[in-house]
């Protein structure tokens, strides 16, 4: 039997490498974003904020599984957001475990203020960057993210 070895490349040459960086350098880009807006969130609990808004009445797991945090976490931006009073959560009457979370109207207004300055830093690693370009960038993104599953 052959033994094949394999090159080891460097850091520079691994797509990881650079979607690390990217994941990175835009937090960085979103936090002093939202910090400029004086919103008094972080990106984290933006993110939660913004899943809470869309899915208004989802559970806690719910929330987490989207926005891809673990339950502590997800339990710790929650209630850094309800007593921030942005949202709300309520024991869900058909399951006494599990709490249900609502948009508050000064949540709402948060979002509708932020949204354009989130959209405005969204853009910036697209720049350059054509439609067909970013169309065929997600689809090797969602490949890979499928290959690890």
């Not at 979607?19 to 400029?36: D, N, S």
């Not at 929650?78 to 058909?94: A, G, M």
């Not at 948060?110 to 054509?130: C, D, K, N, T």
Request: proline share 3%; hydrophobic share 40%.
């Amino acid at each position: 039997m052959q033994v094949i070895k394999a090159k080891e490349q460097r850091l520079e040459q691994l797509p990881v490498f650079w979607m690390e960086q990217i994941v990175r350098r835009y937090r960085q880009v979103a936090t002093q974003a939202l910090q400029a807006e004086e919103a008094g969130l972080s990106v984290d609990q933006w993110v939660v904020l913004k899943q809470v808004g869309e899915n208004n009445g989802c559970s806690q797991v719910e929330i987490g599984n989207s926005t891809v945090k673990d339950a502590p976490a997800t339990t710790r931006i929650i209630d850094q957001l309800v007593s921030k009073n942005l949202i709300s959560k309520q024991l869900d009457p058909e399951d006494r475990r599990r709490y249900m979370v609502f948009l508050t109207e000064k949540g709402r207004r948060l979002i509708g203020r932020l949204l354009p300055v989130v959209q405005a830093y969204r853009q910036i690693p697209l720049q350059g960057i054509s439609e067909a370009e970013q169309k065929q960038l997600l689809d090797i993104l969602q490949r890979m993210l499928h290959n690890m599953e």
